[in-house]
């Protein structure tokens, strides 16, 4: 499969990203490679990636614990601390092997490691690879506040290997879905028609055609100030969603993808009532993400701390809460003002 150019980096795909990813370690001579897994990607990973690395320089493996409440400075402080003690010095590479908070977490604590050492994705979930895999955007969690710490910084690689997704559950694989079917509504309708059925899960042609379409949006704007916050479609609420049900002790924590999908059937309806997209195609939105992902219970009482978490949405200017909207399919509008009985009336409509 075709490499994707990024802005200073490629994205290479199985065999071809092993063989780059071995050539570049050969011509920068790293003093050591530290390997960044979770217990996921340590068991059912590391041992495909190992066989076919070639090094004479040092590895080290570093193991933190999976899942988002892990993807903290804490958890930061800990590798820091681990590869300090292992030696490593501004010559050293850093391999993020594992999902998104592997690829967050790891790619800024490279980025911070004595002002900044190399690093390699390998994303081996299906939402990594769809979304994290471009866009050089590192960081992690403050409290539960979503990506609050972090810095644009590109890999000198990713490499993409489908066969990865062999080695996760359907739950897992759905989540990543959250991102192509974002994609489909905002940039390419089309995809639709493919992601519909749950064997295109590890389709290779829809992994890559859904990087491009990331990618394609990256290089016009790198830093997000403008067309790239289209990306964030769903993200507004489907955040704040993710935040309160991962702070809450009498829920159970949603994969990313599962409250992106919460947040783009609630953007969708809020679309038809303060643009021009149809109400049919809101319905359209709703019954594709009901029949990806099981119903959520968004109780009464739950509502309002879920509204308070608004606040601190990345893409908020001077107070002021903005969302990505959907004129038609493929015809987005940036940096809506959504009023907040509008918000509650979307998330009575997910739940009716």
């Known amino acids: 499969m075709e490499s994707i150019k990024a802005s200073t980096y490629f994205v290479h795909f199985k065999e071809k990203g092993y063989s780059e990813l071995n050539k570049l370690i050969a011509e920068k001579n790293y003093s050591s490679i530290f390997i960044l897994v979770d217990e996921n990607s340590m068991d059912f990973c590391y041992p495909r990636f190992i066989t076919g690395l070639e090094a004479s320089s040092p590895i080290e493996v570093i193991e933190i ?6 993807k903290n400075l804490e958890t930061c402080t800990g590798v820091w601390q681990a590869m300090t003690e292992l030696g490593a010095d501004r010559k050293s590479l850093m391999i993020t092997l594992g999902g998104g908070v592997i690829t967050d977490l790891g790619g800024f604590v490279a980025s911070a490691y004595k002002r900044g050492i190399d690093f390699v994705n390998i994303p081996t979930t ?41 080695t ?30 749950f064997n295109h899960l590890k389709n290779n042609e829809l992994i890559h055609k859904s990087i491009e379409i990331k990618n394609n949006v990256v290089l016009e704007d790198p830093r997000e100030n403008g ?16 935040s309160y049900f991962l702070e809450s002790e009498h829920k159970e924590s949603l994969k990313h993808g599962e409250a992106i999908a919460i947040g783009m059937v609630c953007e969708a309806y809020i679309s038809s009532k303060l643009l021009s997209l149809s109400s049919d195609k809101a319905d359209e939105v709703k019954e594709l993400i009901h029949s990806f992902y099981d119903k959520v219970i968004i109780e009464k009482e739950d509502i309002q701390p879920i509204l308070s978490l608004l606040i601190h949405d990345k893409k908020n200017v001077n107070g002021q809460v903005n969302f990505v909207l959907l004129n038609d399919f493929e015809d987005f509008k940036l940096d809506c003002i959504v009023p ?8 009575d409509y997910y739940n009716s």
């Open 65 to 70: 614990e999976s899942g988002e409440i892990h």
């Open 126 to 166: 299906l939402l990594s690879m769809v979304d994290a895999s471009v866009g050089g955007k590192t960081g992690v969690d403050l409290g539960v506040l979503k990506n609050q710490i972090g810095l644009f910084v590109n890999p000198q690689m990713v490499i993409v290997d489908a066969d990865y997704l062999d």
């Open 168 to 197: 996760l559950n359907d739950r897992e694989l759905r989540s990543g879905m959250a991102e192509v079917i974002k994609y489909a509504l905002t940039k390419d309708i089309k995809l639709l028609d493919q992601i519909k059925y």
């Open 227 to 242: 067309v790239r916050k289209v990306l964030n479609f769903g993200h507004t609420l489907g955040h704040a969603v993710e």
């Open 340 to 347: 907040e009985e509008l918000m509650i009336e979307s998330i």
